[in-house]
């Protein structure tokens, strides 16, 4: 068995703020994939995973049993698979920001829900709001929290724009320029970083009234004019708010940025050859880059191997 293919996402703009009700845009990042696959030899990882699999069945189940918003799955075929050798096949990193576990979700959803949503229907707002929904409550066993939106992206392979919890839709972004100078880029930390730890420390700040304060008259406003400008395709005024951007994590989010990337982020926004961001929650992964030079950008950050996710 080999299923079909479900592909990592980027969150270009949202992150963390998107509890507080502003924008977000999540693209799909073909780069990376996984696939659901049954193998009667299982390697350390896919042994690892398959482990992951049957205590995931059991959450699914649970889910079914007390849940009655949540739909019916078709569990014994999702435990006969696992029983037999199945695990996610997947070249999506995790630990990075890029949505290894929301691959995971989709795949299964996709596979083993009786009465799916499917991507060939006329997607309301609704039924994209029940797929968050489910996608959130199956998704909460790797994170404790989930938003829903890393399997729901994964799932459509679609960009999804976010206006509020309760308002998302399918977005069109503006197509890329293969000749364009400017970028968006990831950034290899080398550290595998934890999504729960890094929101239990934003919950604590979130008690504080100045970070709250901070959240929403700065964070909150530039990440919604982040949205708007890139979709809107202007790109002047797209860097002058992801440069404000960059600047409020630098001096607000520290601990989920890795202490050894502290100056280069500072650089970056000294020199204006690049400005970095949070990717996803932070604390090791990937670090988004916003250049509008990629080839500046590069020899500026020789040591480290830049990816391109999108270019101006």
């Given at each position: 068995m080999?299923g079909?293919?479900?592909?990592?996402?980027i969150?270009?703009?949202?992150e963390y703020?998107i509890?507080k009700d502003?924008?977000g845009?999540s693209?799909p990042?073909?780069?990376?994939?996984?696939?659901l696959?049954i193998s009667e030899?299982l390697t350390?990882?896919?042994?690892?995973s398959n482990?992951?699999?049957?205590r995931l069945?059991?959450?699914?189940?649970y889910l079914?049993d007390?849940?009655?918003?949540f739909?019916?799955?078709d569990?014994?075929?999702?435990?006969?698979?696992?029983?037999?050798g199945m695990?996610?096949?997947?070249s999506i990193?995790?630990?990075?920001?890029?949505g290894s576990?929301?691959?995971l979700?989709a795949a299964i959803?996709?596979?083993?829900a009786i009465d799916?949503?499917?991507?060939?229907e006329n997607?309301?707002?609704?039924?994209?709001l029940i797929?968050?929904?489910?996608?959130?409550k199956?998704?909460?066993f790797?994170?404790g929290?989930s938003?829903?939106?890393?399997?729901?992206?994964s799932?459509?392979?679609?960009p999804?724009?976010i206006?509020?919890?309760?308002?998302?839709?399918?977005a069109?972004?503006?197509?890329?320029?293969a000749?364009?100078?400017?970028?968006?880029?990831l950034?290899?930390s080398?550290?595998?970083?934890?999504?729960?730890?890094?929101v239990?420390?934003?919950?604590?700040?979130?008690?504080q009234?100045?970070?709250r304060?901070?959240l929403?008259?700065?964070f909150?406003?530039?990440t919604d004019?982040?949205v708007?400008d890139?979709?809107?395709?202007d790109?002047?005024r797209?860097?002058?708010n992801?440069?404000n951007?960059s600047h409020i994590?630098?001096?607000?989010?520290k601990?989920?940025?890795p202490a050894?990337?502290?100056?280069?982020?500072?650089q970056g926004?000294d020199?204006?050859?690049y400005?970095l961001k949070l990717c996803?929650?932070?604390?090791g992964g990937?670090?988004l880059?916003?250049?509008?030079?990629?080839?500046k950008?590069?020899?500026?950050?020789e040591?480290y191997?830049l990816?391109?996710?999108?270019?101006?």
């Open positions: 080999k079909p293919l479900f592909y990592s996402k969150l270009l703009f949202g703020g509890i502003s924008k845009l693209i990042y073909n780069f990376y994939k996984g696939a696959k030899e350390d990882a896919s042994a690892q482990k992951n699999l049957d069945a059991t959450h699914i189940q079914q007390t849940d009655k918003d739909p019916q799955f569990i014994l075929s999702l435990k006969s698979d696992v029983n037999a695990y996610f096949d997947s990193p995790q630990g990075y920001g890029v576990s929301g691959a979700v959803y996709d596979k083993y799916k949503i499917t991507v060939l997607l309301t707002r609704e039924k994209l797929l968050k929904d489910v996608f959130g199956i998704e909460s790797f994170h929290k938003s829903g939106l890393d399997p729901l992206n799932y459509l392979s679609l999804i724009l206006n509020s919890q309760q308002d998302i839709e399918p069109g972004i503006p197509s890329q320029l000749t364009g100078r400017g970028a968006v880029f950034l290899d080398g550290i595998v970083g934890e999504t729960a730890p890094m239990n420390i934003f919950m604590e700040n979130m008690k009234e100045g970070f304060s901070m929403k008259d700065k909150v406003k530039y004019r982040c708007e890139f979709l809107s395709g790109v002047n797209l860097f002058g992801v440069k951007l994590v630098l001096d607000n989010f601990p989920m940025i050894q990337f502290h100056e280069l982020w500072k926004l020199s204006g050859d400005y996803g929650s932070g604390g990937y670090i880059g916003f250049t509008e030079d990629l080839e950008a590069k020899k500026t950050l040591d191997q990816e391109v996710v999108y270019s101006f």
